[in-house]
């Protein structure tokens, strides 16, 4: 799908004005209550109460060790072409080759194009759940099968999510899933084993000066979110000094959000703050919140600009709502102006994956900005972004 949002013509923006608001993240947020240590924490959902499983400070930790775990090095792996970057960095560095597939305007990788792709040098079949929204597993599977190739599931941008009752990430080989883009949590990334294979435990902890100045960051956006103009007074005023004392001393944080791999850090694991976090959440309530504010958006803007995904199938936790615009950084700088934070979603893949052998990636890469629907906000934050996006394009 091309891009049509267009661009106003100059001051039409400024024309209409919302209400003065407070700032909108574009990740949930963390607050107090989600630190009380608990005694008897309920079992979480899949992924977190499967046994098989281990807990990295990124999920490029997960797709570094399946490498490993399932000896893919030396071997052909098929990737879709619409990719983050940082894992197929991981990939490499792990020692498995890239090869890409194509992915449509809606986010849908190619079966054809992928079964097309098999050569006597294929290992493996790379799958990424988009935003939260399942590829057709039962034929990928069915692939894999047939050709003896194992299946790595990538569910970074999909934890919580399901295809009707069955959870993405828990039929492949491999499952991989990033925390800490779905929850309020400073770190995490976990490896899921869907069948007896064998990867090592992380060896070392996270840094706590890492974990602690992400968790604060977090609170501070809830500060931003909550408390109006002054909160976002507040969150800026303490992230400048933050970065100042950063620069005077030389302290160099482990970065979550980054966009290259370090393999110097692939084997650090999830810190101890993030489990205390996870066991205080309510699961089926951010997957119910995150649902709705999907519905709110969709119904708004599904006439202004056309939406990639059409439904909201049953099990899906969206992680986002993916507006597609012409000129995605014009789009981001008036919907910041309006309080309103976005992520430019993936402009760049991988270097590998040439640029102009697949145009619908091509048309992604330029035109989706991420719109936050996650479980801080509410319906009336959801109008509001909604008018915001309008005024924008009226
Ligand atoms: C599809 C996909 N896989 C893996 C990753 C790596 O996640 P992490 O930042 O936890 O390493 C990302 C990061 O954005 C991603 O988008």
Redesign the pocket.
């Given at each position: 799908m091309v891009a049509t949002l267009t661009q106003a013509a100059p001051g039409a923006a400024a024309a209409v004005r919302l209400p003065r608001r407070r700032v909108l993240p574009c990740l949930p947020t963390l607050w107090p209550s989600m630190l009380a240590p608990r005694l008897r924490p309920r079992p979480g959902p899949f992924p977190f109460a499967w046994p098989d499983a281990r807990r990295y400070?990124?999920?490029?930790?997960?797709?570094f060790t399946a490498v490993r775990v399932l000896g893919l090095e030396r071997h052909e792996v098929l990737v879709p072409a619409y990719?983050?970057g940082?894992?197929v960095e991981?990939l490499e560095a792990a020692g498995a080759e890239p090869r890409f597939v194509r992915v449509d305007g809606r986010m849908q990788l190619d079966l054809e194009h992928l079964e097309a792709s098999i050569g006597p040098r294929t290992r493996a079949l790379y799958v990424?759940h988009?935003a939260g929204f399942p590829q057709p597993m039962e034929e990928i599977l069915a692939m894999g099968h047939r050709y003896g190739l194992s299946v790595l599931e990538?569910s970074?941008?999909a934890l919580l999510s399901r295809d009707g009752e069955v959870p993405l990430g828990s039929r492949g080989d491999i499952g991989?899933f990033?925390?800490?883009?779905t929850l309020p949590v400073p770190?995490?990334?976990v490896l899921v084993m869907n069948r007896p294979l064998d990867a090592p435990d992380p060896a070392r902890g996270a840094p706590l000066g890492s974990t602690l100045s992400h968790a604060a960051g977090s609170f501070l956006a809830h500060v931003a979110l909550r408390w109006g103009p002054g909160g976002a007074a507040v969150r800026e005023s303490i992230r400048r000094t933050g970065r100042a004392l950063r620069f005077a001393t030389g302290l160099r944080t482990l970065s979550?959000?980054?966009t290259h791999?370090d393999a110097a850090a692939a084997d650090v694991g999830m810190s101890r703050l993030t489990e205390v976090i996870l066991d205080n959440l309510d699961y089926d309530q951010i997957v119910e919140v995150r649902r709705r504010n999907w519905s709110l958006l969709y119904s708004r803007l599904r006439e202004v600009a056309p939406p990639v995904h059409h439904e909201l199938p049953a099990g899906v936790c969206p992680l986002f709502y993916p507006l597609v615009c012409e000129d995605k950084e014009w789009a981001a700088a008036r919907l910041l102006a309006r309080g309103v934070e976005t992520v430019d979603f993936?402009r760049d893949g991988h270097p590998a994956c040439p640029r102009g052998a697949f145009p619908e990636v091509d048309a992604l890469r330029r035109g989706v900005l991420e719109l936050p629907l996650h479980q801080d906000l509410s319906p009336d934050d959801m109008e509001y972004l909604a008018s915001a996006v309008e005024e924008i394009l009226s």
């Open positions: 400070y990124f999920a490029r930790n997960a797709a990719h983050h940082v894992e991981a990424i988009y990538d970074a941008l991989i990033c925390l800490y883009k770190n995490g990334g979550t959000g980054t791999f993936w």
